[in-house]
């Protein structure tokens, strides 16, 4: 079993940055790859990033290409999720979640899910 635990999120202006953390236990960090989810009321869950199990490669949804990066240190068993010139419409839960596969895209693609962190974007 594997247990996430969000962290870094808050509320920034249109234009700011900010950096979020998960951190895991109870199993083999390298063993799993990592993604990134976000929901926001009313919305469908969806997908942010990902990045493979030794961090060779890396995943981003359309809506955050080229604002995001993802990163993980698995000295620390932590994945990061570096966000930058955030948009009102990044205002979200964001979930980190791990997968069995090598690296996953799809919701059903990963088996443990944190508890999420509020990111709020205002105008």
């Known amino acids: 079993q594997v247990q996430l635990v969000e962290s870094g999120g808050g509320s920034v202006h249109t234009g700011g940055s900010l950096t979020l953390s998960c951190t895991a236990s109870?199993?083999?960090?390298?063993?799993?790859?990592m993604g990134w989810f976000r929901q926001a009321p009313g919305e469908e869950r969806e997908f942010v990033s990902a990045?493979?199990?030794?961090?060779?490669?890396?995943l981003f949804g359309d809506s955050v290409k080229g604002r995001f990066t993802i990163s993980r240190d698995n000295a620390k068993n932590t994945v990061y999720l570096q966000m930058f010139s955030l948009e009102p419409e990044d205002t979200a839960v964001y979930y980190c979640?791990?997968?069995?596969?090598?690296?996953?895209?799809?919701?059903?693609?990963?088996?443990?899910w944190g508890q999420g962190t509020q990111v709020t974007v205002s105008s």
């Open positions: 109870g199993g083999a960090f390298v063993r799993i790859s």
């Open positions: 990045i493979s199990r030794l961090g060779s490669t890396t």
């Open positions: 979640a791990a997968s069995q596969k090598w690296i996953a895209q799809a919701s059903e693609d990963y088996d443990y």
